[in-house]
Antibody, heavy 125, light 107 residues
Framework: QVQLVESGGGVVQPGRSLRLSCAASGFTFSSYAMYWVRQAPGKGLDCVAIISNDGSNNYYADSVKGRFTISRDNTNNTLSLQMSSLRAEDTAIYYC??????????????????WGQGTLVTVSS | DIQMTQSPSSLSASVGDRVTITCQASQDIRKYLNWYQQKPGKAPKLLIYDASYLETGVSARFRGSGSGTDYSFTITSLQPEDFATYYCQQYDNLPYTFGQGTKLEIK
């Protein structure tokens, strides 16, 4: 079955960097677009980055544009999120998630059908 | 950005009750609307996609409907495992946006 396992979270000081990873298994990783979605403590869900199945197309929320970079390694079935210039407001659980549809022409459908368990990032001095 | 206004923000109900949550978009989202369930400490789970289609393996007591800007999600007979937080999400336009959530609690 589909399995997504995030890692790399922790406590980091404002202004520093952190790299999250998501190990995928149980499906053909290279056929699906992938997402990073975050949830601040006690708050709702916020889609921060999307990457197409082949890595040719991506999207960033305005709140992270220029600071976060989404990438993927289709050989090793891994999704990553490089986060730099971290701010207190980036504190959240970060989930990786899979797009519902097998990708067509480097796009994505917009439904998130499988999610990892999340990894907590705390930005604090 | 498309704003998703979900109501109520919290709801108390009893096992066996029928409950309905609504989600209003700030513009027509052409039924590009999903519903997710999230239990404490867990990841969200997809329940309904394209406004009214039940995800594989999800109980038929969950139902979705709506069009244009107005959508609803109904649980026809609440079970103990249904007490959770529910979110709507639009994917008509980037950024894909979620409602603020409805916390369903036991009365």
């Amino acid at each position: 079955q589909v399995q997504l396992v995030e890692s790399g979270g922790g406590v980091v000081q404002p202004g520093r960097s952190l790299r999250l990873s998501c190990a995928a298994s149980g499906f053909t990783f290279s056929s699906y677009a992938m997402y990073w979605v975050r949830q601040a403590p006690g708050k709702g869900l916020d889609c921060v980055a999307i990457i197409s199945n082949d890595g040719s197309n991506n999207y960033y929320a305005d709140s992270v544009k220029g600071r976060f970079t989404i990438s993927r390694d289709n050989t090793n079935n891994t999704l990553s999120l490089q986060m730099s210039s971290l701010r207190a407001e980036d504190t959240a659980i970060y989930y990786c998630a899979r797009d519902w549809a097998i990708a067509v022409a480097g796009n994505w459908q917009g439904t998130l059908d499988s999610w990892g368990q999340g990894t907590l990032v705390t930005v604090s001095s | 950005d498309i704003q998703m206004t979900q109501s109520p923000s919290s709801l108390s109900a009893s096992v066996g009750d029928r409950v309905t949550i609504t989600c209003q978009a700030s513009q027509d989202i052409r039924k590009y609307l999903n519903w997710y369930q999230q239990k404490p400490g867990k990841a969200p789970k997809l329940l309904i996609y394209d406004a009214s289609y039940l995800e594989t393996g999800v109980s038929a007591r969950f139902r979705g409907s709506g069009s244009g800007t107005d959508y609803s999600f109904t649980i026809t007979s609440l079970q103990p495992e249904d007490f959770a937080t529910y979110y709507c999400q639009q994917y008509d336009n980037l950024p894909y946006t979620f409602g603020q959530g409805t916390k369903l609690e036991i009365k």
